[in-house]
């Protein structure tokens, strides 16, 4: 017999966990304990929020789980946001939550996250495919293997497990269990797909985020080439499909490149689409006159296919990346080569103060390191990059589209930095998002981190800002009375600073950075009045 607290730690250790995030109190002590016992480090975060989205963008770099822990009632209600992007996001986290005791249920208790008071278990429903509270000491077996079958299978997402303190120092009964693998099955129907590509005169595929989650960037790459099919990406499918390919046009929707909307302009009989749900975000800009005739869906999520446009369409349900491996198999009928719109350079759209932010994309690209790991955060400074980044190795670019916590991308390149000390992260975030979560700089710092924040700040929270401004004419709560120092800031919280205001400078300081070495934060100011690309809207 163990106690359970025990018991979980080292059934997480055998699951490949290495870093738990989190914050300390009394309800979960015992399970944060067992986890150093077990060779688990814990990392301690700076908010609950922000160590929810270290355990995520820690299980996006190890390609695993991931694992946080926060303590009953606020510091559960505290990681909801964290959970909610990472179901947006198909990330499978360990969400694990305290409760003062099970014994005591009922009666008046601090905390009390039961259902007689904050009811975590209710409350982590909507944003993750499983929640439960643990009642008893034998229940912890099986409903962790449960929640961790639920997080990997189908579209992987979040889970969360709350866990009485008197639960986990209670004893039970030894486990241990293999990595649950969830079945991967393919569509039949994807015989018809060969005959339809290749009768198509103006097809094109749409990449999301879907193929980050499956890993099938040679899968769509491969098909590309054999049915000489363009190929553009959602905003949140940037990085799935290299953008110096001669098939790429780049990102449609949302702050897209000019070459993919010129290409819908001209009209496309087939649209193929690949781990997308279509959400307004991705086909904004496409107009009902531009409509493709016919769609085939790859995608494990059947409920999100055939929504967004009208006309035939076939669902090829299943896992992406071995359906298309199913389709590679098949005898291809020849294609004719695509015929794409000439490359044209976006402008900068600026006042004329400052840094454009838009030129600041092309020193990256100039002297950002082809291996590294860009984790966008949300906001035009990402949008920016959608449009103008020219990412060259697929699985080293992500950006969520849909549910867009502010500040989620600096906890995700955070977690990615401990998961893969060696790898080079970069998180591209602004002034609002590190007003929200900056302080998560100082849990990189404390944890020896090495990873670059670069920090667009043009004091204000520019998507809303430039959206009032010419969709109303005027704007209120958009700008800072007093903006972000955040070179200041990162100081205070013991990263390498630097506030950066031309091209020159950008470039003189990016020269040496790499490899990175320790935590460092480029603040570049840019243009206030500059237009962003997310002004494209259907």
Same mark, same amino acid.
């Given at each position: 017999?163990? /106690? ?13 966990? +290495? ?45 695993g789980l991931g694992a946080a822990v926060g303590t009953s009632g606020p510091g559960a209600t505290n990681m909801l946001t964290a959970a909610a992007q990472a179901k947006a996001s198909g990330i499978p986290v360990l ?16 905390? *009390? ?18 929640? @439960? ?57 994807? #015989? ?9 005169? /103006? ?30 990406? =959602? ?21 897209? =490149?000019? /070459? ?6 001209? %009209? =496309? ?47 090829? !349900? ?9 389709? $590679? ?8 080569? !695509? ?10 759209? +600026? ?13 990256? #690209?100039?002297?950002?390191?082809? /291996?590294?790991?860009?984790?966008? *955060? ?6 920016? @990059? ?24 600096? %906890? ?13 992260? &970069? ?11 900056? !302080?998560?700089?100082?849990? !990189? ?5 090495? $990873? ?5 700040? #043009?004091?204000?929270?520019?998507? &809303?800002?430039? %959206? ?10 958009? =700008? ?12 205070? $919280? ?10 020159? %400078? ?9 490899? $990175? ?18 002004? +494209?809207?259907?």
């Open positions: 017999m163990k /106690r359970t607290a025990l018991l979980i730690a080292e059934q997480l250790y055998r699951w490949g966990i +290495r870093h738990l995030f989190g914050i300390p109190g009394k309800p979960v002590v015992p399970f944060i304990l067992a986890a150093e016992d077990s060779g688990i480090t814990f990392v301690l975060s700076r908010h609950e929020g922000g160590a929810g989205y270290e355990a995520a963008g820690y299980a996006m770099q190890a390609r969400f694990f939550t305290g409760h003062p005791s099970a014994a005591s249920t009922g009666k008046p208790q601090g905390q *009390d996250s039961s259902a007689f008071g904050t009811d975590t278990e209710a409350l982590f429903k909507p944003v993750t495919k499983f929640s @439960a509270q643990v009642e008893r000491a034998d229940q912890v077996g099986p409903m962790l293997l449960h929640a961790v079958k639920m997080a990997v299978e189908g579209v992987p997402g979040p889970v969360h497990l709350s866990i009485p303190a008197d639960v986990l120092m209670a004893e039970a009964e030894p486990f241990s269990y293999a990595m649950p693998q969830p079945d991967v099955t393919y569509s039949l129907r994807i #015989n018809e797909f060969p005959t339809a590509a290749a009768s198509a005169k /103006r097809p094109v595929l749409l990449l999301g985020k879907g193929v980050h989650t499956s890993s099938a960037y040679a899968e769509v790459r491969a098909c590309a080439e054999l049915y000489q099919l363009p190929v553009m990406t =959602t905003p949140g499918g940037k990085g799935t499909f290299p953008d110096d390919h001669p098939l790429s046009l780049g990102a449609f929707g949302l702050g897209g =490149t000019e /070459r993919a909307h010129a290409y819908i302009e001209q %009209g =496309t009989d087939l649209l193929i689409v690949c781990g997308s749900s279509l959400s307004d975000m991705s086909v904004a800009g496409w107009k009902p006159e531009h409509y493709p005739e016919r769609i085939i869906h790859f995608d494990a999520r059947q409920h999100v296919t055939g929504m967004s446009f009208p006309g035939p369409s076939l669902t090829i !349900a299943g896992d992406l990346r071995l359906n298309l491996q199913q389709l $590679l198999r098949l005898e291809a009928v020849p294609a004719s080569p !695509a015929d794409l719109p000439a490359v044209q350079q976006p402008e900068d759209r +600026r006042g004329g103060r400052w840094l454009s932010a838009g030129s600041v994309m092309d020193v990256l #690209n100039e002297r950002l390191p082809d /291996r590294a790991f860009i984790y966008g *955060d949300d906001g035009s400074h990402t949008f920016y @990059a959608i449009q103008r980044y020219i990412v060259r190795e697929p699985g080293h670019f992500f950006f969520d589209d849909v549910f867009g916590a502010m500040g989620h991308g600096i %906890g995700y390149a955070v977690g990615a930095a401990f998961a893969d000390p060696d790898a080079d992260i &970069v998180c591209l975030t602004g002034d609002g998002c590190m007003f929200m979560h900056g !302080a998560e700089v100082s849990t !990189a710092v404390s944890g020896g981190a090495a $990873l670059l924040f670069i920090v667009i700040n #043009n004091q204000a929270l520019d998507m &809303v800002d430039k %959206g009032m401004k010419v969709n109303i004419g005027r704007a209120a709560g958009t =700008t800072y009375e007093k903006p972000l120092h955040a070179t200041s800031f990162a100081e205070s $919280l013991g990263a390498d600073a630097y506030r950066i205001d031309s091209e020159d %400078g950008l470039r003189s300081v990016m020269k040496n950075l790499f490899p $990175l070495k320790q935590t460092t934060v480029l603040e570049v100011m840019t243009d206030p009045d500059e237009i962003p690309p997310t002004m +494209r809207r259907g």
